[in-house]
């Protein structure tokens, strides 16, 4: 390890073993950069020797006070906003439609025209997906008590308020928090720990992509598990390292995300994440969500080394990912864990 400061240098610790279940890590790749937003040096990952683990992790691993140097243009300080053009209403309503039947939400407002209009979704599998996500697979609870942990600048906060949930977030980036409550949120700064809510209080609890950020996920999930009500439920939604499109693209696999993703996760080493966190009750798939963006962004990263978030892509490019996305649909009909994402589901 070298002692030297500056911006253009992370400072790292080795982590040979299995932060999970201890058993030495293989070397998996060697000499990745960053991707996406070109933070400093070069990065290696391992992989579990524990066939019933095969968690992946970065070694060496950046030291947690240097870590922000990883984030400095990330994209959780953007918002995004889209106008809405016929063909936006029309989704918009086939998406009520949806979310209604599937989770029960926008109550007996939901007019059985948009209930059929949202079961053209079965045709779009992709789409589908996403609107599952966009709830987290939660049923619809008015005034249930939902806390969106690293909620960046509150997109879903927002869409969970407005679906009934009394939702409140997280987060660590004092520029996402800030622009969170401008939106009018309820968010708190700082990690989890931190913030010492009482037991057994929460409804819902949402990780949103950030288990694979941070350096204890146990202790991460532990805190889930001691503030969730009885029968509450925690949602977890991590990139999944067993994927198929990573055995396609390998070290190109834009989810690696080196020096930002410390530990990625396959279904059987969340399944021993959750169990050691104290879920009993949980269950755990894959998905095709997003499927077809990772597949643009790998390709681009296979091909020039990097991805430029939210660069233009043509339509013969979208058109061959969503396919991609579909052929990823068919085959996890025979092999279930080969999504591009994880989703676990526990209840307390
Ligand atoms: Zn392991």
Known sequence: ???????????THSCFNCYLCGNRGQPLYHGLKDR???????????????????????????ISEDIGKAYKNYYTH??????MTWYRRVYQWAKEGYLARRFNYYGNSTTIWKKLLGMMLYFHPGRRENLEFSVMYLPSQPNGLLLDVGCGS????????????????????????????SK????????????CYQDNYFDAIILSHL???V??????????????????????????NESW?????????????????LHVFSVPSLKYLAQKAGFKKYKISTTIREANGLFMASKLIQRTGKYVWGCPLSSTFRFWARGMQLAEWVILKFKPDAGEEITMVGEK
């Open 184 to 195: 009018g949120l309820q968010v708190r700064l700082g990690t989890l720990e931190e913030q």
């Open 36 to 62: 996406l937003f070109d933070a400093p040096g070069e990065w290696h990952f391992r992989k579990c020797s524990n066939h019933k683990c095969g968690l992946v992790w970065l070694d060496p691993m950046p």
């Open 154 to 181: 509150g997109q879903k906060l927002m869409f969970m308020r407005d679906l009934g949930w009394l939702a409140e977030g997280v987060d660590i980036d004092p520029i996402a928090v800030d622009s969170a409550r």
């Open 1 to 11: 390890m070298v002692v030297q400061q500056n911006d253009n240098y992370i400072r």
């Open 215 to 240: 350096y204890d996920p146990l202790g991460l999930l532990l805190e889930c598990y001691r503030i969730l009500k009885p029968g509450g439920r925690l949602v977890v939604v991590t990139p999944n």
């Open 211 to 213: 288990i694979e950020h």
């Open 78 to 83: 953007q918002n995004s906003k889209n106008s």
């Open 245 to 261: 499109m990573h055995k396609m693209f390998n070290d190109k696999w834009l989810a690696l995300d080196p020096p930002r993703h």
